[in-house]
Protein backbone atom coordinates (compact mmCIF):
# COMPACT_ATOMS: atom_id res chain seq x y z
CA UNK A 1 0.00 0.00 0.00
CA UNK A 2 1.36 3.49 -1.06
CA UNK A 3 1.30 5.99 2.30
CA UNK A 4 2.87 8.83 3.61
CA UNK A 5 2.70 9.58 6.77
CA UNK A 6 3.78 12.54 8.81
CA UNK A 7 4.34 13.45 12.32
CA UNK A 8 5.85 16.11 14.20
CA UNK A 9 3.12 18.79 14.63
CA UNK A 10 1.74 20.00 18.13
CA UNK A 11 1.77 23.32 19.43
CA UNK A 12 4.63 25.96 19.99
CA UNK A 13 5.18 29.35 21.33
CA UNK A 14 6.29 31.93 18.86
CA UNK A 15 9.95 31.98 17.68
CA UNK A 16 10.52 28.24 18.65
CA UNK A 17 10.79 25.45 15.92
CA UNK A 18 9.70 22.13 15.11
CA UNK A 19 10.68 19.34 12.95
CA UNK A 20 8.11 17.37 10.56
CA UNK A 21 8.64 14.00 10.00
CA UNK A 22 7.26 12.51 6.68
CA UNK A 23 7.50 8.52 6.43
CA UNK A 24 7.21 6.03 3.05
CA UNK A 25 5.83 3.26 2.60
CA UNK A 26 4.78 0.59 -0.48
CA UNK A 27 7.26 3.09 -2.41
CA UNK A 28 10.25 4.50 -2.78
CA UNK A 29 10.90 8.43 -2.52
CA UNK A 30 14.03 8.02 -4.10
CA UNK A 31 12.34 8.47 -7.45
CA UNK A 32 10.17 11.33 -6.83
CA UNK A 33 9.93 15.01 -5.41
CA UNK A 34 9.32 16.05 -2.29
CA UNK A 35 6.60 19.09 -1.26
CA UNK A 36 5.53 19.92 2.44
CA UNK A 37 2.22 21.80 1.93
CA UNK A 38 0.05 23.38 4.71
CA UNK A 39 -3.57 24.71 4.78
CA UNK A 40 -5.01 26.89 7.34
CA UNK A 41 -8.53 27.05 8.87
CA UNK A 42 -10.34 29.29 5.98
CA UNK A 43 -7.84 28.74 3.79
CA UNK A 44 -6.37 27.27 0.28
CA UNK A 45 -3.77 24.28 0.65
CA UNK A 46 -0.75 26.56 -0.30
CA UNK A 47 2.68 24.59 -1.13
CA UNK A 48 5.68 25.65 1.37
CA UNK A 49 8.59 23.71 0.69
CA UNK A 50 9.91 21.16 -2.16
CA UNK A 51 13.21 19.12 -3.03
CA UNK A 52 13.85 18.13 -6.18
CA UNK A 53 14.59 14.44 -7.33
CA UNK A 54 16.70 15.04 -10.13
CA UNK A 55 18.99 17.93 -9.23
CA UNK A 56 18.15 18.04 -5.30
CA UNK A 57 17.56 21.60 -4.82
CA UNK A 58 15.29 23.13 -2.60
CA UNK A 59 12.42 25.55 -3.63
CA UNK A 60 10.40 27.47 -1.25
CA UNK A 61 7.38 29.98 -0.29
CA UNK A 62 8.50 33.33 0.01
CA UNK A 63 6.70 33.42 3.49
CA UNK A 64 9.20 30.67 4.90
CA UNK A 65 12.51 31.31 3.56
CA UNK A 66 15.22 31.22 5.95
CA UNK A 67 13.32 30.00 8.28
CA UNK A 68 12.13 26.38 6.94
CA UNK A 69 14.34 24.07 5.59
CA UNK A 70 13.11 21.11 3.80
CA UNK A 71 15.38 17.51 3.62
CA UNK A 72 15.02 14.03 2.98
CA UNK A 73 16.94 10.59 3.35
CA UNK A 74 16.49 8.29 0.69
CA UNK A 75 17.92 5.32 2.17
CA UNK A 76 15.59 5.90 5.31
CA UNK A 77 12.39 6.62 3.06
CA UNK A 78 11.81 9.50 4.86
CA UNK A 79 11.38 13.57 4.60
CA UNK A 80 11.58 16.13 7.17
CA UNK A 81 10.83 19.94 7.39
CA UNK A 82 12.94 21.93 9.96
CA UNK A 83 10.56 24.77 11.12
CA UNK A 84 12.85 27.74 12.37
CA UNK A 85 11.67 30.93 14.09
CA UNK A 86 7.88 30.20 13.72
CA UNK A 87 5.23 32.79 13.51
CA UNK A 88 1.64 32.51 14.75
CA UNK A 89 0.49 32.65 10.71
CA UNK A 90 2.67 29.41 10.61
CA UNK A 91 -0.62 27.80 12.06
CA UNK A 92 -1.63 25.31 9.64
CA UNK A 93 -2.26 21.34 8.64
CA UNK A 94 1.24 20.20 6.92
CA UNK A 95 0.90 17.63 5.20
CA UNK A 96 3.74 16.28 2.62
CA UNK A 97 3.09 14.45 -0.92
CA UNK A 98 5.04 13.50 -3.61
CA UNK A 99 4.46 15.90 -6.21
CA UNK A 100 5.72 19.21 -6.06
CA UNK A 101 4.08 20.35 -8.92
CA UNK A 102 2.00 23.47 -8.05
CA UNK A 103 5.42 24.51 -6.66
CA UNK A 104 7.85 23.99 -9.81
CA UNK A 105 7.65 25.38 -13.50
CA UNK A 106 9.62 22.87 -14.38
CA UNK A 107 8.46 19.78 -12.89
CA UNK A 108 8.46 16.74 -14.76
CA UNK A 109 5.51 14.31 -14.43
CA UNK A 110 7.62 11.12 -14.07
CA UNK A 111 9.39 12.56 -10.90
CA UNK A 112 5.99 12.91 -9.75
CA UNK A 113 3.25 10.69 -7.59
CA UNK A 114 -0.26 11.58 -6.18
CA UNK A 115 0.27 10.43 -2.86
CA UNK A 116 -0.86 12.27 0.60
CA UNK A 117 -0.39 12.13 4.09
CA UNK A 118 -3.03 12.68 6.47
CA UNK A 119 -1.74 15.99 7.65
CA UNK A 120 -0.52 17.11 10.81
CA UNK A 121 -1.37 20.04 12.92
CA UNK A 122 1.26 22.72 13.75
CA UNK A 123 -0.31 25.10 16.14
CA UNK A 124 1.94 28.68 17.41
CA UNK A 125 0.88 30.49 20.05
CA UNK A 126 1.85 34.43 19.53
Known amino acids: QVQLVESGGGLVQAGGSLRLSCVASGFSLHYYDIGWYRQAPGKEREGVACHVRRDGRTEYAESVKGRFTISRDNAKNEAWLQMDSLKAEDTAVYYC???????????????????WGQGTLVTVSS
Open 97 to 115: TADCSSMLQDYLETDSLDV
